[in-house]
């Protein structure tokens, strides 16, 4: 004996008529309702709309909305490296400032990919986004060029670009660096190591400037500089080695430029023998999880980044409701955060 197979056919969506006649109101008050214009309403009103909404389970068309007013509520974010934790928590900050302010978030990683890079930027004025945030750590200049075209509001995060008019927020880089460098000083180190990927972003270039200048005040003391990729482990461990016995007899530290690279260096001196607190000291930009419970614990300087991401989203936000003011660059102070790393006794 068969049965017959039967479907079930979910319930027509509910439609702002419905909510209205349910309400016993008018299409026009629901829409008020819905569009924050709710002072413009009686709280009886506004208490039949809400029982109505409720009653139905009714979900507003965001494309029809966004039709009418012009807006679609989403805003980009466009993001080098999502492995980096940096990105991280810049990515946590703009999506909690996303939620207050009602509006949906769309992630766009771009694996540092210059043709990843280019399809999101499609993509997203495809979406009509309201706006884009970039945390362009490793994004290519003809990429940020190409952005210079779109009439998208938009803030960068870190860096800055010489040649784009456009927000920028991220850290006091000159303050950090002479903060890292002073701290190592003060600590009786005579020879310093700046450890950086290829100087092809501008807050690279800020910190090693700023760390030379202060180096420079020290005449007695001794300033080296390498760059790296961070795949590249073989080179790595020739800087570090060769840093080591041309200061043999000098105490010796290395900052690192980024947390990313502050990894791939303590996993190189543990490969050569070369232990941290004792041989050598260390201080990295960025405060990881694992940075106080690596050895004797690896001193950092800890970047605001939640609260750069949360302050890149509100900027965001004054430029798409049509805000005119100048530029704005806002610079956050860090912390610097000491371990053992760099006590050595």
């Known amino acids: 004996m068969s049965r017959a197979k039967t479907t079930q056919t979910p319930p027509p969506r509910a439609t702002i008529r419905d909510v209205a006649s349910a309400a016993k109101t008018g299409k026009t008050s629901v829409s008020r309702y819905l569009n924050g214009e709710q002072h413009l309403l009686s709280d009886d009103l506004k208490e039949r709309i809400e029982r109505a909404i409720a009653l139905l389970d009714y979900q507003p068309s965001q494309m029809a909305r966004s039709l009418k007013s012009g807006q679609t509520r989403l805003i980009g974010l466009i993001i080098a490296d999502i492995t980096n934790p940096y990105s991280v928590e810049v990515m946590r900050g703009v999506e909690a400032a996303c939620r207050q302010q009602g509006l949906t978030l769309l992630v766009c990683n771009t694996n540092n990919e210059l043709n990843q890079e280019k399809h999101y930027l499609q993509l997203l004025s495809s979406y009509r986004v309201d706006g884009i945030v970039i945390n362009a ?159 004797v614990g690896i001193t950092t300087f800890k970047q605001p980044t939640y609260n750069m991401g949360y302050a890149a989203l509100e900027q965001l936000v004054t430029r798409i409701q049509g805000s005119n003011e100048p530029i704005q660059e806002h610079a956050f102070p860090g912390e610097l955060i000491v371990r053992g790393s760099t006590t050595l006794v």
Not at 225 to 239: A, C, N, P, R
Request: glycine share 6%; net charge negative.
């Open 137 to 295: 750590v490793g994004m290519r200049e003809d990429a940020i060029s190409a952005l210079q075209q779109s009439p998208v509001p938009m803030v960068l995060i870190d860096r800055k670009v010489n040649s784009f008019s456009c927000d920028v927020i991220g850290l006091n880089n000159v303050d950090a660096t002479r903060t890292v460098t002073q701290h190592l000083l003060q600590q009786g180190f005579e020879a310093i190591l700046f450890l950086s990927e290829p100087m092809t972003i501008n807050t690279r270039l800020v910190r090693l400037h700023t760390f030379l200048q202060e180096m420079q005040h020290q005449p007695q003391k001794f300033a080296a500089q390498g760059e790296v990729e961070l795949s590249d482990s073989q080179g790595l461990e020739t800087l570090l080695r060769d840093f080591a016995n041309r200061y043999a007899d000098k105490r010796r530290a290395v900052i690192s430029v980024n947390g990313a690279l502050t990894l791939v260096i303590a996993r190189a001196m543990r490969r050569i023998g070369m232990v941290w607190g004792k041989d050598i000291g260390l201080l990295g930009f960025d405060d990881l999880e694992w940075a106080e419970l690596a050895g």
